[in-house]
């Protein structure tokens, strides 16, 4: 296999796997961001963004002289593939801002080579990519380039599989030659590609993500439910992925809500287009609306048992984005431990990959590495984040150490075989859609 000169521009998570990702592959590969810090850290062998077998993958290939980095764009003009990972900010209200990107685009087009493949990952609304590619010629009426959008499909914590495992990959492109191009660089680790157009490629992850969310959303209306009628969501979910027309694999974890700035930033993006378009998507708006709202289910059952929250100390298990990451970034549980706080109580927190500053700085009154240091003194539980590492909780230690009325609410059903051990040892049990223990 030749290997191709390939430029990865944007080294945050998206770029950072990317990067590593393609070198693996047999690629001579430049990562390219302006942070210098960010820069020295890769060249030094380091992460920004923790990612589980990521780092020793990043020092192989620097070893291997197949990856190296920069903050110098003059590096563009050598490789024959430029990719643009840099991910795509979304505000507080998933909203997305591409300016950044649109800039980005401005800056490297005067280092495009003639003949040169252009490839976008990051997160884009449908109709950027023919908006950055006229802003291109634009700028350089002359070049020569092929343009394609590659949908990422990166799972926080599991990053690393979800590259090396795709099942298929999504090529957005006009031209036979760009197919052929992406095809070539993933054929190691892909055989399953699927063609199609800019427009659609860039749908493709608009619906993707919507689709999982509304899944989501429907297992929550359901967990509701069964709250109500004595039924077990656990069972009702077990049942519906049993059915081949569904699937072991699919979305139907009960829970308080999805993280915003992925599932929430693609049903934002269509919203809006649809709005532009004098188009009404009911499912789509309600998804989000549903997921937006239901964090304040947690604050609402805490209140239910414990009545003001005032001077109460609560404990949060969890406090990254999701497992396998270190990233704080649209936590979910740290939106609910702010919902805490403005209510008075005081909210600590344990995670066993969390950086304490960070947790800190963000409104938490105290933070551990160890959940039992956490625990001691609350008088309620929330476990957030379903870390390995908290499935090791004994209820009858936890039942010593806090104080009544004792309240675990487990939003994620991970104890939930333990959800007996909790009431035999004073401990009142919360799940989410599991009837026995619902209130």
């Excluded at 760009?178 to 490629?201: D, G, T, W």
Aim: glycine residues 8%.
């Amino acid at each position: 296999m030749t290997s191709n000169n390939i430029a990865v521009i944007g080294l945050w998570h998206l770029g950072e796997v990317f990067s590593v990702g393609l070198a693996e592959l047999g690629h001579k590969v430049v990562g390219i961001d302006k942070n210098e810090e960010i820069v020295k850290k890769f060249n030094s062998g380091i992460l920004p963004l923790a990612e589980p077998n990521l780092g020793d993958l990043l020092k192989k290939n620097i070893s291997e002289q197949r990856l190296s980095f920069s903050n110098n764009y003059s590096c563009i003009n050598k490789c024959d593939t430029v990719w643009i990972t840099e991910d795509t900010p979304v505000n507080d209200l998933d909203e997305v801002d591409v300016s950044s990107i649109k800039q980005l685009v401005l800056s490297v087009s005067p280092y495009l080579k003639d003949g040169v493949f252009l490839v976008f990952s990051s997160q884009l609304p449908v109709g950027t990519c023919h908006e950055f590619s006229k802003l291109i010629l634009e700028a350089r009426p002359s070049l020569k380039f092929n343009l394609a959008y590659v949908p990422e499909n990166l799972q926080l914590g599991h990053a690393v599989k979800s590259f090396f495992e795709p099942g298929r990959i999504v090529i957005g492109a006009e031209d036979e030659n760009v197919f052929q191009k992406i095809e070539y660089i993933f054929k190691p680790i892909c055989s399953n590609f699927l063609r199609m157009n800019l427009a659609s490629a860039e749908m493709s992850k608009h619906a993707l993500n919507s689709f999982l969310a509304a899944s989501l959303t429907f297992t929550y209306d359901i967990a509701d439910m069964c709250e109500l009628v004595g039924a077990d969501i656990l069972d009702v979910s077990r049942a519906l992925r049993s059915d081949l027309r569904i699937g072991q694999a699919a979305y139907l974890d009960a829970s308080v809500g999805f993280s915003g700035g992925t599932l929430g930033r693609d049903l934002k993006v269509l919203l809006s287009k649809a709005r532009g378009l004098g188009v009404e998507l009911p499912v789509v708006r309600n998804v989000f609306e549903k997921n937006f709202n239901r964090k304040n289910l947690v604050i609402k059952k805490l209140e239910n048992f414990l009545g003001n929250l005032n001077g109460k100390k609560i404990g949060i298990l969890g406090v990254t984005y999701k497992v396998g990451t270190s990233t704080l970034r649209r936590s979910l549980a740290l939106e609910i431990a702010g919902g805490l706080k403005e209510r008075g109580a005081d909210v600590c927190a344990a995670d066993p990959m969390a950086v304490e500053s960070e947790v800190l700085s963000s409104g938490v009154d105290k933070f551990s590495n160890k959940p039992e240091e956490t625990i001691k003194g609350c008088v309620a539980v929330l476990l957030m984040t379903a870390w390995p590492e908290f499935k090791n909780l004994d209820p009858k230690i936890l039942g010593g150490i806090m104080r009544s009325p004792k309240v675990f609410f487990d939003t994620r059903n991970f104890l939930n075989e333990k959800a007996d051990d909790f009431l035999e040892n004073g401990i009142k049990y919360l799940g989410i859609g599991r009837g026995k223990y619902a209130n």
